[in-house]
Structure formats: structure tokens, C-alpha cells
């Protein structure tokens, strides 16, 4: 029986009322306080054709008035709600005559006044000597914005009595997180959502994710918590070629609420997860000397692992400052291996920025090509990048050096040649490209009498000045910006890196 079907039917027999009703007064919200009825019937009326009237009451405590209809059907005042929220509506009920029960029946509207649903309670038992309590104990559905809250008697009933109505709110647990959504690098994905258009009825405490499936190490089902200003969560380690449900669920004190999730698949074996292979084999004038594919997982924590053999690191217990001095040189608190790309979470943690460099170990030589294939995510402030050659006799400024990419992660990316002079200077060049802008390959070209960069392989710059001439290591180094400890984090992946010597 829905409210708006009968609301117009109803408003005909206002007159019959004592005290007159319209349509708009029977949708007050949340009309229900005590003691109720006290000067009208605003808010309540017949859904049949039942006579109706405010009639006193003694027997009631708390009432001196009741709601009384010849009928079977009734509404009651209108109440506001929102998706998620719990509610207990009640009221006190007495037969005029006859026998036999009642419920409550809660219908579900959206904000445009578009039915949705209803929701009712159990039915009571009544009797024409005493008052019974009538309840219903219902849960707001998703888009709900109001409830019309209706009573209906059994067709043993002659007539009802109805009063001391309440709505109580119980505790609601929040609604969908929004804005979900997945990507997906190698053998990870990272699930990221925003808040709930509703909290509850209190603060989000924090949000459960998880997945189903099984990871390649033979884990299944898998979840964890984050806390209320998170907003993403990554899963590592993942099958190539599996699909996986990534879902999140929002908490508070009241408990978890209802669960977004999203689908993704893990590209298959073999693939790139930058859409360009490491390139192998000789190039015009190079002979490939080093090569890097990251086709081995390392856990977070567990750098370099298996490639202690093909790599040196900057990690330091005693925690020396970087260059900048906001961070210490970690890396292997930001290194890891999974999905085939090296990641660094560039974080912080209790207070203290973590930087990283990774250094490929090579046979000692001058002049080479570098390459690298890299991705930086956005919002990472307070970081750079200066992944550069550096003298192997640490002789500066008078060796030079050579940096590319370099700058901080939320801008372009930039190119500075470092004179192999005593006195130092340099000279740089600005690629117009920002960081964080998706899959990237800078590449080095260092020979006698000149350095040129590449972004790409488009030219950026070749310098001439002063250009370098005695052995020099590449240090793939990313750091603090300033002497402040960088606010933003995120990853900088690697899908693989080469180098070349003069052939």
C-alpha cells in the first residue's frame, strides 16, 4: 500500500477530521516528538476510508491525546533519512473494536519522491482494554532519502488508536566508499577509493580491503585495514594472467558498511608492464654490457636480495643524511621487486623520509649509454630525482657529472651537465615533460666531447662544454628536495635499465 497512491484519495476526507489535514502536513519530517497530538492531526492520516479524530486519552502515560481512525491503515509523520542509517519506529496502538494486530510498514522514497521500497515490522497482537507497542526496527536502502511510516491492521479490526510515536535512530555504519577504481603495474594492482557520500551516524574509523584469489606465492583470500585518511591500498604478487575482485569496505563505531569492488587483470607472463621490452642486443657504435629486467620479486624490506650480485645501494643503519639533508639514505626501507618493475616508495616513516639509490655494478669504464624505463606517480612533494654519473674517484667539481633525469617529482624534468672543472658551473637543459606523466625512457649518450639526453628518444640537449673524460658509475638516486622532510609519497617504478659500452 504506498503513501503517494493514497495521499490525494486521503486528503478528500479531511474534513471529516477534527482539525484539518493536507498532503504537505502528512509529509512533515520528522514530526514525532512527545507528547504528540496535542493541538492537531498534522501528520497523520487515513489510508482507507476510515472517519478520523483526535481523541483524549488518560490511560497513557506520557500521552493525553491519541490518533483515532474507524479504519484499518493509517500514516504517520513522515521521517528523513539517509542510505545506511538503522531506525526503530514505534508507536503505542489500541483496538476500538473487534480483534486482531498490526504492523508497521516503513516505504522508502528517493530525494526526487520516486518509491524504492518499503520495509515492515512484526505483527502485534492488540486489544480494545490496553495499549500494545507496535515497532519496526528497519534500514534506510541505498538512495533513500525519506520514509513514510504507515500502520495496517488485520480486517478483524474495527477502527485504531495510535500514539506516543518515536523514531530512533540507531547506530549506522557508513555507506560505499566512492570513486572506486583499479590500476595495475606488473604483478600489482592498487585499489583506490574516496569517503562515502554518508558516515553514519559517526566518523569513519577506518576501511577494510582485500581480494579473492590466490597470489603467486599460493596465498588465498587476502584483506587488511587502513586507516580513515587512506585512500588506496596496493596488492603485490599477483598471477599473470588471473583476474582478481579488489573491494573496500568503510567503518566506524557502528561497524563495517557495504563493500565497492572492482575487477582486474594481471597482464600474462612474458608482457611488459610499460608497453616497451627491454631492449637487448648491440646497438650502432655500443655493445650492451648490463642489462636489467626485474623479472624476480623482492619483498619491501628485503632489498637487494637476489640482486645483491648486480647492484650497490645507498642504506645506511647509522641514517646519514641525503644530499638535501630531509632524508636519510634507506633503501632498502623503499626498494622491491614484484609484477617485473622495481618499485621506490619514497615514504616516511615515524618522522624520518626514506631515500633510495640503487647503483648497477659494472666493470670500471668512460664514456657509455644509459637507458632507463621508468614511471613516477603524481603527488609526490618534497621529492627529487638526480639519477646522474658520478666520478669513481668521487673528484668534485673538477671530474664533472652528469645528471638525467633530474628535478623534483612534481615537476619537469631536467638536464644538468656539471663541469669537469675545479672552479665548477654547468650548463641544463629543461625537457617541457613533467615527471609524473606516465612510462618514460631517458637515455645518457656520454663521448669524448659531448653528452646528449634523450626523453623518449627525442633529443633534449647535447652539451659540449667541459664534458667529462675519466671513469664515471650511474647512481639512479632519489631523495629529499630541501632540508625539510618531504609531505607527499608514492612509488617511482622501474621496468628495466641497460647499459652500453663504446664498441
Known amino acids: 500500500m504506498r503513501w503517494k497512491a493514497i495521499l490525494t484519495v486521503s486528503a478528500l476526507t479531511a474534513t471529516a477530521l477534527v482539525g484539518t489535514i493536507t498532503p504537505s502536513e502528512a509529509a512533515a519530517g520528522n514530526g514525532c516528538s512527545n507528547p504528540v497530538l496535542a ?38 509523520p513522515q521521517l528523513q533519512v539517509s542510505a545506511g542509517q538503522s531506525w526503530t519506529v514505534s508507536a503505542q496502538d489500541r483496538l476500538v473494536g473487534g480483534s486482531g494486530t498490526a504492523k508497521l510498514v516503513v516505504e522508502w522514497y528517493n530525494s526526487a519522491g520516486t518509491y524504492l521500497s518499503e520495509s515492515a515490522g512484526t505483527p502485534t497482537a492488540l486489544s480494545t482494554t490496553a495499549w500494545k507497542p507496535v515497532t519496526a526496527s528497519v534500514t534506510a536502502p541505498s538512495g533513500a532519502a525519506s520514509a513514510h511510516v504507515l500502520q495496517e491492521a488485520s480486517s478483524t479490526a474495527n477502527g485504531l488508536k495510535s500514539t506516543l510515536c518515536s523514531y530512533e535512530q540507531g547506530a549506522a555504519v557508513p555507506g560505499v566508499p566512492t ?84 575487477m582486474v587483470t594481471i597482464p600474462a607472463a612474458g608482457s611488459s608492464p610499460s608497453g616497451q621490452p627491454l631492449p637487448v642486443g648491440d646497438l650502432a657504435g655500443w655493445r650492451q654490457i648490463f642489462t636489467e629486467d626485474f623479472t624476480n620479486d623482492v619483498a619491501l624490506g628485503s632489498w637487494p636480495g637476489s640482486y645483491a650480485a648486480k647492484f650497490d645501494q645507498y642504506d645506511y643503519p647509522h641514517n646519514p643524511p641525503d644530499t638535501h639533508g630531509g632524508g636519510v639514505w634507506r633503501t632498502g626501507k623503499d626498494v622491491s621487486v614484484s609484477g617485473g618493475t622495481a618499485d621506490y616508495y619514497l615514504h616516511s616513516e615515524n ?69 669537469a672543472d675545479a672552479n665548477g ?30 626523453l623518449d628518444g627525442r633529443l633534449i640537449r647535447t652539451f659540449t662544454k667541459k664534458i667529462p673524460s675519466l671513469p664515471m658509475h650511474w647512481v639512479l638516486q632519489s631523495e629529499s628536495g630541501s632540508s625539510s622532510r618531504p609531505t607527499g609519497s608514492g612509488h617511482i617504478k622501474i621496468d628495466w635499465l641497460t647499459i652500453y659500452t663504446r664498441a
Open 179 to 262: 570513486a572506486v577504481s583499479a590500476t595495475v603495474s606488473g604483478t600489482s594492482a592498487t585499489l583506490n577509493w574516496s569517503p562515502p557520500a554518508s558516515t553514519g551516524s559517526s566518523a569513519i574509523t577506518g576501511y577494510t580491503y582485500g581480494r579473492n584469489g590466490t597470489d603467486s606465492q599460493g596465498t588465498g583470500p587476502w584483506s587488511g585495514t587502513a586507516g580513515a585518511s587512506v585512500r588506496s591500498a596496493t596488492f603485490n604478487l599477483l598471477n599473470p594472467g588471473s583476474t582478481y575482485q579488489l573491494s573496500v569496505a568503510a567503518g566506524n563505531a557502528a561497524g563495517s558498511g557495504p563493500t565497492a569492488s572492482v
Open 351 to 419: 618522522g624520518v623520509a626514506y631515500s633510495a639509490a640503487i647503483l648497477p655494478r659494472t666493470p670500471t669504464q668512460t664514456y657509455g649509454r644509459y637507458e632507463v624505463r621508468f614511471k613516477v606517480d603524481p603527488g609526490m612533494t618534497g621529492w627529487n630525482s638526480a639519477w646522474l654519473l658520478w666520478p669513481d674517484d668521487d673528484v668534485w667539481p673538477a671530474h664533472g657529472e652528469i645528471d638525467w633525469p633530474e628535478g623534483a617529482l612534481t615537476g619537469n624534468m631536467e638536464a644538468f651537465m656539471h663541469y
Open 425 to 454: 658551473g654547468q650548463d641544463a637543459a629543461s625537457s617541457g615533460t613533467a615527471f609524473a606523466s606516465g612510462w618514460h625512457t631517458a637515455t645518457t649518450e656520454w663521448l669524448p666531447g659531448s653528452v646528449k639526453v634523450y
Open 39 to 76: 493541538t492537531n492531526l498534522n501528520g497523520w492520516g487515513a489510508l482507507d476510508s476510515g472517519t478520523v479524530s483526535r481523541t483524549a486519552v488518560s490511560d497513557v502515560p506520557g500521552a493525553s491525546w491519541a490518533f483515532t481512525t474507524t479504519g484499518r491503515a493509517f500514516w504517520m
